[in-house]
C-alpha cells in the first residue's frame, strides 16, 4: 500500500511533522512517500493520502489549498486523511478548527481531519510574523504533541490495512 503525505510548512514545523506520519507509516510495513504540496502534480498510484498544513491567521496556507483546488476530485477517489498545525499555549489556543478545514473536509471528502498544536520559533520569523506574535502574547515553543502524532499515524495504518486486508479480491478474467 503507498501513501502519499505531505504537508505545507512555512518555518519547517509542519514538514517535519510530515516526515514524522510518514515515518511512523513506514514502520508499519506501509510505503509513505513525504512530498511538498507544490511538488504533488497527481495522486495517480497513491491508495491514500494524508495532507495537512500549517495555520496562520486561522487559515490553512496557499500551497495546501492550492493542492486541493487541483486535485480534489483525484483526492476524493482514496482515503484522504487532514491536519493542522499551529495552536500554541497551555492549553494551545485556538482549539477550533481553521475556517478553510470545512471546504477541505468536502472537497476531499476526508475521513477525518485532527488539529495539533504548533511551534513558534521568533528566530525564523520574519519582522512582521514576530510582531503579530508578539502583539498575540504568543509564547515560543514547541508544543507539538510527537506521541499523539505518530498515534494517530498508526490508527492510520490500522484503518487503511483493515480495510485493505478486508477488500474484495479482484474477479479473474
Do not use: C
Amino acid at each position: 500500500m503507498k501513501i502519499l503525505v505531505t504537508a505545507a510548512s512555512k518555518h519547517g514545523a509542519t514538514e517535519e511533522i510530515a516526515e514524522w506520519i510518514g515515518a511512523t507509516l513506514r514502520t508499519r510495513g506501509l510505503e509513505a512517500v513525504v512530498d511538498r504540496p507544490g511538488d504533488v502534480t497527481a495522486v495517480d498510484g497513491y491508495d491514500a493520502v494524508v495532507l495537512g498544513s500549517a495555520v496562520y491567521i486561522g487559515k490553512w496556507l496557499q500551497a495546501a489549498t492550492d493542492l486541493v483546488d487541483r486535485l480534489g476530485p483525484q483526492l476524493s477517489e482514496r482515503p484522504v486523511y487532514l491536519f493542522s498545525s499551529g495552536p500554541m499555549g497551555d492549553p494551545p489556543k485556538p482549539d477550533t478548527d481553521p475556517t478553510d478545514v470545512q471546504f477541505m473536509r468536502a472537497a476531499t471528502e476526508a475521513v477525518e481531519h485532527r488539529l495539533f498544536a504548533g511551534r513558534i520559533d521568533r528566530q525564523r520569523m520574519g519582522l512582521g510574523e514576530r510582531a503579530v506574535v508578539t502583539a498575540l502574547r504568543v509564547p515560543d515553543g514547541d508544543s507539538r504533541p510527537r506521541a499523539e502524532i505518530e498515534a494517530w499515524a498508526n490508527s492510520i495504518a490500522d484503518a487503511l490495512t483493515s480495510t485493505y486486508a478486508t477488500a474484495p479480491a479482484p474477479a479473474a478474467a
